[in-house]
């Protein structure tokens, strides 16, 4: 009677630790808190690629984190100039330097960015029936915006792969298509 005891608490046990497991993994990012807008100074706000501008008053959520990564995380393509004087603002955080729109290069949400720990490596976005490979080259900042470090845009959502002219162009995106696409992404 003792084995038969022990045997179904090993089961009670392996089977609770498989759902907090799985609990962990479906776990949904929160907003970590929230920016309120404020307008920007004339001709300050770079609306390249019609990025937004932050507006006067408005509430906008800020995030730690991203949702969890897998061997094909879903999220949003975003399209970004990181060339000087494109609407990325400044220089790249990976390697401080500007890079070209015929380049495949991405930022990440903060989350995803994960401190850097990601800079210099590439990642694999599929979309639209094609794949790409593009270097992590900066962050899209999820916890930060509406200032001048941040060409006076709103925080970057948590979910955001934020890409150059060349990563859509890969993917065969007609042009008038450009701005928002569901895609998923991994390690390359």
């Known amino acids: 009677m003792k084995n038969s005891s022990l045997g179904a608490f090993l089961l009670v046990l392996v089977l609770l630790l498989a759902t907090q497991s799985l609990e962990a993994r479906l776990q949904v990012c929160k907003p970590s808190g929230e920016i309120r807008g404020k307008n920007p100074p004339p001709n300050q706000c770079n609306q390249e690629n019609d990025s937004d501008c932050c507006k006067n008053g408005k509430l906008y959520p800020t995030y730690k984190c991203s949702p969890p990564v897998s061997g094909s995380t879903k999220a949003v393509l975003t399209l970004n100039s990181f060339e000087k004087d494109g609407d990325g603002g400044a220089p790249s955080e990976c390697d401080n330097k500007y890079h070209s729109d015929n380049t495949p290069v991405v930022a990440l949400s903060t ?18 029936g094609r794949s790409v490979t593009a270097m992590v080259v900066d962050e899209c900042d999820s916890t930060m915006g509406c200032d001048s470090d941040h060409d006076y845009q709103p925080p970057c959502p948590n979910n955001i792969v934020d890409a150059s002219k060349a990563v859509w162009k890969a993917l065969g995106v007609p042009e008038d298509n450009w701005g928002e696409l569901d895609i998923t992404w991994s390690g390359a």
């Open 111 to 128: 989350g995803w960015y994960s401190g850097g720990s990601r800079c210099l490596n590439n990642i694999t976005i599929s979309a639209n």
